[in-house]
């Protein structure tokens, strides 16, 4: 009976053990960290995702994980990064059902971000509602900032409009001494939102804005558009749009003998591949960035390790520093809160300040503080996109009047 | 004002004539082939990234004409002669292969845009040639358009007179009637819609040639080409050559004129002058 009896406490005490070790097990085996992407991997959106956000996670998530991975301490060990990415084929629509799909079905440990702006104002609210940290890639607006304070989650880092590329632009113009401008900007939220915040900006440094034209996206001939700019006169012309718009518009420029003293248009200006089409005409053209790797040893890495070896046409320097110093952000926040708790993460990013490529970097409100940008305003001088604003982070003195377009080769 | 209507009128051609070659390939594959090419915009995304790769090798845009052209020809070729001749031989009527070669063009443009896609990447891909200014009477253009247009209007009245006056351009005339008649007559109508899909083909190669000359390209710029082709073929009477040709011209002037005014309403016009022209004529300017 007494035998039947140890016998029975022990078999309760292994059932106990086991029960024990059951309970502790998914802790015990986390063994890597997985992160969930709905990317236009098709689609009109794909010529923007591949050659944005794509590379530099790529190359970060390569480089982390050949440390081992992100050190957590609750697991006592580093964790590597397994990404999970779905194709929205540029839909937003998609896209919100991915997102939900990551976060309730595949119940990825963290969420990385959508490409566009319009792709964030969709996404932001999922990803707040899931209580998921959401630090975004490509896009950024005026208007998502008015949101930010009810989406505690969402850590947007690209600059924009009033944040603080204008008001920067409208400053050097001035200090050159243009005193007129003629915007053109394309009819949705991104020309909207930078022909609203230019009609403010410039005015209060002096600069007449003397003719505006809105442009459909799929504007086809600038031929009318550059004539009625060239006969307005203005010294500054500016084309907020995509590279779609920004290079006919720059050729058509080129082809009509227009050359205004300042020639700024963007995104698409900034980009490597707007040198490639133009070669040594882009001299002078004006554009939105947000680092050189002229400005520090961090910043010279981080060009060498993206862009060493390949086409020129890869190079974005106004998105991949932001994109790049995000993630570098949310993986100092996770070994910072030693778990992978949302909400600890969360606020560690919200109230903390970082060391990353750009320097000290941080958050404020949401948005990446102003004072972290390493640049606002590049300009295309001598072949390299130099910083030329603000003159804090200038990597070259602006060239103002912008050269003649060079002759044609024979 | 002289010089404003100069302008208007000028830009409208310019535009046009790019608009015409592009809807003349498309006629020519409807018209004849009866393949309604929902893929024609990938040809010209074909040529024109073709032309930016010869670019980087230093061969002119010009003569990427010749290069192109051929090649894109003997590819439309043996599409048809594999593909859409299948289709031609298994669909039960005419109607019905009408609707199933327009699903296997659907196919046929996911297709070529994913292998440009791989073989050219997302980038956006431009380059500068001829970006001079031209004076025109007061009015100034840039000299590579004015060189597309040359070669838009070149190309289609070349074309046109080798429908009109060859025994070759005969037996597609006869094609396009009554194919079941010029069979008869000894006409060898399989090779014929190969032929006329070919040069369908052929000419959006040289129209995605000249559109790199003067506009970005990337691997997925064809289809808004694509429907802009859709709209002039309509316009200018469903399989009709020269209407294509003019209603090519009559768009490009539209549009020229619209967007002085209001550039946002130029692609509403294009539509407005459709929904008109459906209204009034629906056979098109040249439909029989």
Known sequence: MKRTIKMMSLLVFLCFLVSLLVSVQPALAKDKIVVGMSRPLSGPLAVIGDSAFKPVYETWVAEVNAEGGIYVKEYGKKLPIELIIYDDKSDVGTMTRLTEKLIVEDKVDFLWPACGTAFIFAQAPIANKYEYVLVTAEGGATQIKDMLPSLPYIFVTLSFSDWYQLPVFADIMSKAGAKTAYVTYIADLHGIEYSGVAGIEFPKKGIEIVG????????????????????????????????????????????????????????????????????????????????????????????????????????????????????????QAIEKAGTLDQKKIRDILAKNKFKTVMGKTWFENGLLAKESHTGEIGQWQKGVYEVVGPEKDATAKLVYPKPAWPAPKK | MIVTFLDIVIAGLLLGGLYALIAMGLSLQYGVARVLNISHGEFIMLGALTTWTLFQLHINPLVSIAICGPIIFVLGFLLHRTMFKRLLNTSESADIFVSNSMLASFGLMFIIQNLALMGWGPEIRGYTYLAVPVDLAGAVFSKNRLVTLGFAIAIGLAFYIFLARTRLGKAIRAAAQDPSTAGLMGVNINFMLALCFGFGAAMAAIAGVLISMCYPVHAVMGLEYALIAIIVVVLGGLGSIPGSFIGGFVLGLVGSIVTYFEPGLALAAYYAIFILLMLVRPQGIMGR
């Open chain 1, 212 to 331: 505006t034209k809105s442009i459909p996206p799929d504007m086809k001939d600038w031929t009318p558009i550059i004539k009625d700019a060239k006969a307005s006169n203005a010294d500054i012309f500016c084309c907020f749009a995509y590279p779609d718009q920004v290079m006919p518009a720059t050729g058509t420029s080129m082809g009509l003998g227009y050359n205004p003293k300042a020639w700024i248009g963007g995104p698409g200006v900034n980009f490597g591949f707007y040198k490639a089409a133009f070669g040594p005409a882009v001299e002078g053209i004006l554009g939105f960035t947000m680092f050189s790797p002229k400005q520090s040893k961090a910043a010279k890495e981080l060009a060498d390790k993206l862009y060493k070896g390949k086409p020129i046409e890869v190079q974005d320097p106004w998105g991949h520093p932001c994109y790049w110093a995000g993630l570098e952000m949310w993986k």
